[in-house]
């Protein structure tokens, strides 16, 4: 399905934005304020996005409502945010601790996003639960109970979003394939409703947990990660196809 679908690269209008004098290129190191729980939502009922940059297990237990996981531990983090994140909209960031939210917002200066991180959440989500703040989760499924549904024919879909070459090396027969790049502007090609049950993997379950907070911010109520995506799949012989 990502077939001729052109991703748009990172950076692009940022660097041009730059070179016209219309942002500025960050030759410090950047900061942005640590926001209490309460401020911290007061702002993400603003318009701010909140990208949360913790492991996918970590999301899964328990995150801002409509939060993109993004984690800052890929060497792609800076470009996945440019790639994700709807254009020229504030951030806020959401991490294990406040030297994890500082490497992020390190890491955006590479790609002349930087300046859009207007706060980081002080305490992380403990804090943000401990002040009576909403919470969303996400529910991780293995490979093996995956293809258990599948073979009882439970009514699960399945959602590939690795990129097109990935998927020609070998996919889980019946998926549906939608690069997560590329899925928040085109949901409606992927064929599944808001209301089915979707399992969504990518290659190690990383990518598929970036999908499922687009899901669910899209009003998808019933997605999984896939723990271990197709690497866990294969490692456990259950059959692909081509």
């Given at each position: 399905?990502?077939?001729?679908?052109?991703?748009?690269?990172?950076?692009?209008?940022?660097?041009?934005?730059?070179?016209?004098?219309?942002?500025?290129?960050?030759?410090?190191?950047?900061?942005?304020?640590?926001?209490?729980?309460?401020?911290?939502?007061?702002?993400?009922?603003?318009?701010?996005?909140?990208?949360d940059t913790r492991p996918s297990a970590a999301f899964g237990r328990g995150h801002i409502p409509g939060?993109?996981?993004?984690?800052?531990?890929?060497?792609?983090?800076?470009?996945?945010?440019?790639?994700?994140?709807p254009a020229d909209l504030p951030?806020?960031?959401?991490?294990?601790?406040?030297?994890?939210?500082?490497?992020?917002?390190?890491?955006?200066?590479?790609?002349?996003?930087?300046?859009r991180v207007k706060g980081v959440l002080s305490g992380g989500m403990a804090a943000w639960s401990q002040g009576g703040m909403p919470h969303?989760?996400?529910?991780?499924?293995?490979?093996?109970?995956?293809h258990r549904q599948l073979q009882n024919a439970e009514g699960i879909r399945t959602l590939d979003v690795r990129e097109p070459d990935e998927w020609a090396e070998?996919?889980?027969?019946?998926?549906?394939?939608?690069?997560?790049?590329?899925l928040a502007d085109h949901l409606e090609e992927i064929g599944i409703g808001p209301e089915d049950r979707v399992a969504v993997l990518c290659a190690g379950g990383i990518r598929s947990s970036i999908a499922c907070s687009i899901l669910l911010?899209?009003?998808?109520?019933r997605a999984y990660n896939v723990t271990g995506g197709m690497g866990a799949w294969t490692a456990a012989n259950l059959p692909t196809g081509t």
């Open positions: 399905m990502t077939d001729g679908q052109v991703v748009r690269p990172a950076n692009t209008d940022h660097v041009i934005a730059i070179n016209q004098g219309r942002e500025h290129l960050t030759m410090d190191e950047p900061t942005a304020p640590v926001l209490s729980p309460r401020k911290f939502a007061e702002l993400g009922g603003e318009g701010h996005v909140v990208v939060s993109y996981n993004i984690q800052s531990s890929s060497p792609e983090f800076e470009q996945r945010v440019g790639w994700v994140v951030v806020l960031l959401v991490s294990e601790d406040e030297g994890e939210s500082r490497m992020a917002h390190h890491k955006m200066v590479f790609v002349g996003l930087d300046h969303a989760t996400l529910p991780q499924i293995s490979v093996h109970e995956l070998g996919h889980i027969e019946g998926a549906d394939s939608m690069s997560f790049r590329v911010r899209n009003g998808y109520r």
